[in-house]
Each structure stands twice: as C-alpha cells, then as structure tokens.
C-alpha cells in the first residue's frame, strides 16, 4: 500500500462501472416535448432490463395512432421494437379482430431522470405514407406518486458500525454508495477497505463487497481479502441496519445517512488549487473547469488524469490518473467527495481515494 493510506479514515473509494446513472421505475410516467404538446410517450418500467414504451401520436391525415414497444434497458438507454394496431372496434373490443404490424424500432437515451432524446425508425407504410425516421427531444410531463427521479434509492454517504461477533468488537466505516449501484466502505481505523455493488428491493438494500486489509491486519478468516454481504432495512436518507456475513465472520451493520451527499456536484465547484501535508510530502493538485487533473509531490511522484461529474444533483466525483516517477506509479480508478476544511458549507476540501489492482492511494486535499 502507498505512504498515504493511514488517511485511509478520510476517503471514499469507487471503482468500476461508468454508467452515470441506472433507469428504474422512477423513470416512469408521461414524457413529451413542450413544442409538440398533443402527442407524447407513456413509459412504464417493469424490471431492471425491460419496459413498456406506448407512443400516443397521429398519421399523416390526423388520425390517431397508437404504437406500442416492449424495450430492453442497457445502462441510460432503452432500445424497442415497435408495433402499430388496427382492426378492433369499440364496443366490441374482439382480440380476435385485432392486427398487430412491425412498424419499426425506438430508443430513448436518457440525459437525466426529467430529460430524453427519442430517435425512431419505421419501416411501416399506409397508403402511400411512411412515417420514416426522426429524433425529438423529450422531458417529464408527470411521474408516479411515490417515486423519487433522480435519486437512486438508498444511495448516499453513511457513517456508523460494523460490529464483529466473533471478535466481540466495532469498527467504526464510512461507506458511499452510489448513483451508479456501485458501495464502497473503509474502516476508520485504517485497517480495510470495501469495494463492490449494492441492490435494493422495497425496504431491504443489499451490499456485496470485498474487503482488502492493509499491512498487519487480516480478517477473521486468517486471510487478507474477504468477502461481505450487508442485507440491511434501510429508510431513504436516514439509515441502513442490519446482519452482516463474510469469511468466518458474522455481525451488524448500522449506518446514517450524512446530508453532504446532497451538495450538488459541478466541475467548476470542485475546479482550483489544492494542497495536502502529510508526513513530510506536500502534494499540490490543481483541477481545471473541464476536470483535467495536474499535479506533483515532494516525493518525486506526478500527476495527470481527469475528474468527471457521476451526477450534478449530488457530491461525488469519478477519477481517473497516473501516477510516474515514484514507487506508487500506475493507473488509478476512484472517486472524490467534496467537505469542509473549516465551515461547514464552505466546500474547501476534496477528500480523493482510488486504486489500481493492488495499490491503493488516499488524499485529503485543501483548497488554496
């Protein structure tokens, strides 16, 4: 592990999957554009990988028309064949009079929770009219009561207890989850770190992470890595409690919510100069309007990479650098969460930690 990891207590670390968000059931509701009002989308999403998409629109002499598409969800993009219906009359409403065509393919690729681009193809054509292909941009009419768009349930920075049954003791942990399904918890004594992913249904979330030690501490299993699951009640921006289970360990996990997660996130929020003194190294960063990220140390080290926005609605940020010239070189994935150095709210530190496959680096730098 590098010079920096009794910070260890200070930082958060993510790594893995980019997506900037994962569609679900609050992205349901209607959706149209304000300058096309009278035609628009009912999306209803029913699992984690499918939906139902109906397009309410017209053909090309005013007359109604109803598509119909079952689509699959691929990280913030919805992909569907399209049906076209005909044949059935009211008042009778007779399946077996109903036609069902192909009329072609839709997407939707999801900017936010409130704001989409439909892209369509048909290869459909009545009476000599084809409704082709086109792109139009989309934002939420109305949403399901009882939804929150935009935040991914049970996602936010906690702190609280792991405690041990089988070591009769707690260890104090900050844990981060995610917009991205992605947890990640360290120990406050400086002894572990947990990566891994997180999933929710109703009340319960459940955490799957591997746990990696440091240098003279291991697991109850004797080893230096093990895996935890965390299945826990959890209410959304309050708390996660419940057992734990890992490699010859059992115990509880109780978590609270921290509210810093609700600063909203930008790259000029977090863009400036920055500085850490740490057992004789000074490392100075500084990040640029656009993310990109410079910087050296005393102990030879320098670096170079980007920080990007996960999600502007809350405060944390994914990294990506190198490290040259010095024993901690390699390719770092991880994240930033911006606090206070000294009043609350006044944004001026930026608490970094990453790794590579092996290593890991942590820093708690301050604004100049």
């Given at each position: ?74 990280g913030n993009r919805i992909d569907a064949q ?44 009545a009476n000599g009219f084809s409704y082709g ?218 608490l970094v930690g990453a790794r590579t496959a ?11």
């Open positions: 592990m590098t010079r920096t990891m009794s910070l260890m207590f200070l930082l958060l670390l993510s790594i893995g999957s980019t997506d900037a968000f994962a569609i679900d059931g609050s992205y349901s509701g209607n959706w149209f554009n304000t300058a096309q009002a009278g035609h628009g989308i009912v999306l209803e999403v029913n699992s984690p990988t499918t939906a139902i998409i109906d397009w309410y629109v017209y053909d090309n002499t005013g007359k109604q028309v109803w598509l119909y598409a079952e689509g699959t969800i691929t399209v049906a076209i219906t005909d044949g059935m009359q009211f008042g009778v409403f007779d399946p077996t009079t109903l036609h069902q065509t192909l009329w072609g393919t839709l997407s939707l690729e999801f900017q936010s929770c409130n704001e989409a681009t439909m892209t369509w193809n048909s290869t459909y054509t292909s086109g792109t139009l941009p989309l934002i939420r009419l109305s949403s399901i009561a009882g939804t929150q768009c935009g935040k991914r349930t049970a996602s936010g920075v906690y702190t609280g207890f792991i405690s041990s049954t089988p070591r009769a003791r707690s260890y104090q942990v900050i844990a981060s989850l995610d917009e991205r399904g992605q947890a990640h918890m360290i120990q406050l004594d400086g002894s572990a770190v947990y990566d891994g992913t997180y999933t929710t249904n109703g009340s319960t979330t459940t955490l799957n992470l591997t746990g990696y030690s440091v240098k003279g501490f291991t697991f109850p299993n004797g080893g230096t890595t093990s895996p935890i699951t965390v299945t826990g009640n959890f209410l959304d921006r309050d708390f996660i409690t419940g057992p734990y289970t890992g490699a010859s360990d059992t115990g509880t996990a109780s978590l609270a919510y921290l509210a810093t997660y609700n600063r909203g996130g930008t790259l000029a929020q977090i863009a400036g100069t920055y500085k850490q003194i740490f057992s004789g190294v000074t490392t100075t960063w500084t990040i640029s309007s656009t993310g990109a990220i410079a910087g050296s140390d005393t102990a030879s080290c320098q670096y170079a990479g980007n920080a990007s926005v996960i999600d502007a609605r809350f405060n944390s940020y994914a990294l990506n650098f190198t490290i040259s010239g010095c024993a901690s070189s390699g390719t770092y994935d991880g994240v930033a969460v911006q606090t206070d150095a000294l009043l609350y709210g006044d944004n001026k530190q930026i092996t290593v890991a680096t942590l820093l708690g730098l301050i604004k100049q």
